[in-house]
């Protein structure tokens, strides 16, 4: 089984065309992870949340942080068990999160996100609205991607 690595415009693609993900925090216990739907948007990825968690504790204590999102393709069978394989695509982003204070940035991330999972048109998100959730960016400092082939 081949494992390609993608470049960053590969990788971006593929995390623009995706929605969920997992966001891995570090804190007192040890890591964290949390399922998560996403928008991507340049060097960002943003996610709504709680305001209150242990996912936002531990960014509070840590700000370093990795999202995962994957797909798998195909399962290749074999007669032998320990030959058994599959076929994927697995996106790694690295970098720093941060609650988002600003509320233009705020109000921008919540509106692409519900746009992103919305069919149709939808009544923006408003100040009162946003002020009742926490949306965390993710600076992305690096990629690391990979692609099985058969």
């Given at each position: 089984?081949?494992?390609?690595?993608?470049?960053?415009?590969?990788a971006n693609a593929f995390l623009a065309g995706q929605t969920w993900g997992?966001?891995?925090?570090?804190?007192?216990?040890?890591?964290?992870?949390?399922?998560?739907?996403?928008?991507?948007?340049?060097?960002?990825?943003?996610?709504?949340?709680?305001?209150?968690?242990?996912?936002?504790?531990?960014?509070?204590?840590?700000?370093?942080?990795?999202?995962?999102?994957?797909?798998?393709?195909?399962?290749?069978?074999?007669?032998?068990?320990?030959?058994?394989?599959?076929?994927?695509?697995?996106?790694?982003?690295?970098?720093?999160?941060?609650?988002?204070?600003?509320?233009?940035?705020?109000?921008?991330?919540?509106?692409?996100?519900?746009k992103r999972f919305v069919k149709g048109e939808f009544a923006p998100v408003?100040?009162?609205?946003?002020?009742?959730?926490?949306?965390?960016?993710?600076?992305?400092?690096r990629i690391s991607a990979r692609e099985s082939k058969d």
């Amino acid at each position: 089984m081949k494992k390609d690595l993608l470049t960053d415009s590969e990788a971006n693609a593929f995390l623009a065309g995706q929605t969920w993900g997992r966001l891995a925090t570090i804190g007192p216990e040890g890591p964290y992870i949390t399922p998560l739907h996403y928008a991507l948007d340049n060097d960002k990825i943003y996610f709504h949340s709680s305001p209150k968690g242990k996912k936002i504790a531990n960014i509070a204590a840590d700000s370093r942080v990795c999202f995962e999102v994957s797909q798998l393709i195909d399962i290749l069978e074999h007669d032998n068990p320990c030959k058994f394989s599959t076929r994927f695509i697995s996106v790694q982003v690295f970098g720093k999160a941060y609650l988002v204070q600003e509320m233009e940035e705020k109000l921008a991330a919540l509106n692409l996100l519900v746009k992103r999972f919305v069919k149709g048109e939808f009544a923006p998100v408003y100040d009162e609205q946003a002020s009742k959730v926490a949306v965390i960016a993710l600076h992305i400092e690096r990629i690391s991607a990979r692609e099985s082939k058969d």
